[in-house]
C-alpha cells in the first residue's frame, strides 16, 4: 500500500509561487509515475502535471506549461509542484496520485489509472 500527503498550499497573491510537496509512507513509490492534479471550485478534476518514476519523462497541462514545474526525489520519497506566477484560475484544491503501473515509461491524466490518492491541499490565489 502507498499513503500520499500533499502539503504546501496555501494563500497567495497572484503573480506569487508555491512549492507544493507530496510524501509517500509504504513502498513503492520510487517504481510508480506520479501525478499531480486539481479541482478548482465548481469544477471537474483535472491532470496538472505527471512524472515518470526515473523524472525522465514528464507531462504538463496546457495551462501549466512554463509556469508550473514538476520534480521528484525518490530517496525522500517526495515528489514536487513548484508553481510560478499564479493566477486566480489557479485557485483549487491540489492532489497527488500515483499510478497502479510500475516502472512504466510515461505517464498521462487518466485518472483510473492512478490507484492511489491523497487528501488534497488548497491553493487559494487572491489579492
Known amino acids: 500500500q502507498l499513503q500520499l500527503v500533499e502539503s504546501g498550499g496555501g494563500l497567495v497573491q497572484p503573480g506569487g509561487s508555491l512549492r507544493l510537496s507530496c510524501t509517500a509512507a509504504?513502498?513503492?513509490?520510487?517504481?510508480?509515475?506520479i501525478g499531480w492534479f486539481r479541482r478548482p471550485p465548481g469544477r471537474e478534476r483535472e491532470g496538472v502535471s505527471c512524472?515518470?518514476?526515473?523524472?525522465?519523462?514528464?507531462t504538463y497541462a496546457s495551462y501549466a506549461k512554463g509556469r508550473f514545474t514538476i520534480s521528484r526525489d525518490n530517496a525522500r520519497n517526495t515528489a514536487y509542484l513548484q508553481m510560478n506566477n499564479l493566477t486566480p484560475e489557479d485557485t483549487g484544491t491540489y492532489y497527488c496520485?500515483?499510478?497502479?503501473?510500475?516502472?512504466?515509461?510515461?505517464?498521462?491524466?487518466?485518472?483510473?489509472?492512478?490507484?492511489?490518492w491523497g487528501q488534497g491541499t488548497q491553493v487559494v490565489v487572491s489579492s
Open positions: 496520485a500515483a499510478m497502479n503501473k510500475l516502472a512504466w515509461p510515461s505517464c498521462y491524466f487518466d485518472q483510473e489509472s492512478y490507484g492511489f
Open positions: 509504504g513502498s513503492t513509490f520510487d517504481l510508480r509515475p
Open positions: 512524472i515518470v518514476s526515473g523524472g525522465r519523462f514528464t
